[in-house]
């Protein structure tokens, strides 16, 4: 058991030193910061530690009731946790209460709960997720949309509006991902204009993070590549 732990948590600590090293040699070519969120979604709370002793501080999680397990045994560490599931609304107050940011919000109804159950004195940081592949079945509101959202969260006072965020769609084309990376950039851009506390532009994962920073990302969500599989 210990020889297993410690052989797992060597291996998170060279993953997470081959990410950054990947994402800096990638932002000195666009010049800009560029943030990493550890995705931890079924990986226990001791890869968590693993990946937080290796300098990693931001974690993403999409189901509540583990991420809670787990952010309870760590809470003596000083994580910024981000929400990126799928957001159900009897879920906004634990969520509101527990996670720094939540970057899946799509509907107005969750935004207003959001708001209402946030009583830290930090404003809840919110991304508003996109659905720039145009698939029914993603989440995400539409391009055409997200205008009057941003708008109405800016308004609400315990949310700080910081940006947006995208899953592309799956496709072994680059030259796909590059026409939905752009769309998503535009508007961020756009965004950036109105809104001077947005900041964020949160798209690349594992297979594709590489390709999106070259294409504006200055937030990644990595899971697989850090953890292994799950
Ligand atoms: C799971 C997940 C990730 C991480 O995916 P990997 O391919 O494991 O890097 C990133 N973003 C969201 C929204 C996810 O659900």
């Not at 010049?31 to 993403?60: C, E, H, N, P, W």
């Not at 935004?111 to 993603?138: A, D, F, G, M």
């Not at 769609?169 to 961020?188: A, D, G, I």
Request: hydrophobic share 40%; with cysteine; charged share 25%.
């Amino acid at each position: 058991m210990v020889f297993f732990i410690s052989f797992n948590m060597l291996k998170i600590k060279k993953n997470i030193d081959l990410v950054r090293d990947e994402i800096k040699q990638n932002s000195h070519k666009t010049k800009k910061d560029i943030r990493l969120v550890a995705v931890s979604k079924g990986q226990s709370y001791i890869a968590i530690k693993s990946a937080f002793d290796a300098g990693q501080k931001i974690f993403g999680e999409n189901y509540l009731q583990e991420a809670l397990e787990k952010k309870k045994l760590l809470e003596n560490l000083e994580i910024e946790w981000h929400f990126i599931g799928p957001i159900q609304s009897n879920k906004c107050k634990l969520i509101s209460e527990n996670f720094s940011w939540v970057q899946t919000v799509d509907r107005i109804k969750i935004v207003n709960k959001l708001n209402q159950y946030r009583h830290s004195k930090n404003p809840l940081n919110i991304c508003i997720q996109v659905n720039i592949s145009e698939e029914n079945t993603k989440s995400g509101i539409g391009l055409n949309d997200v205008k009057q959202f941003a708008k109405l969260i800016s308004n609400l006072k315990n949310l700080k509006l910081r940006g947006v965020m995208a899953i592309p769609s799956k496709t072994n084309e680059n030259q796909n991902l590059v026409s939905q990376y752009r769309l998503l950039k535009k508007l961020y851009e756009d965004l950036k204009i109105t809104y001077s506390s947005v900041d964020t532009l949160s798209i690349g994962m594992s297979n594709d993070y590489l390709l999106a920073i070259e294409n504006g990302a200055n937030l990644v969500r990595i899971g697989t590549k850090i953890f292994g599989a799950r």
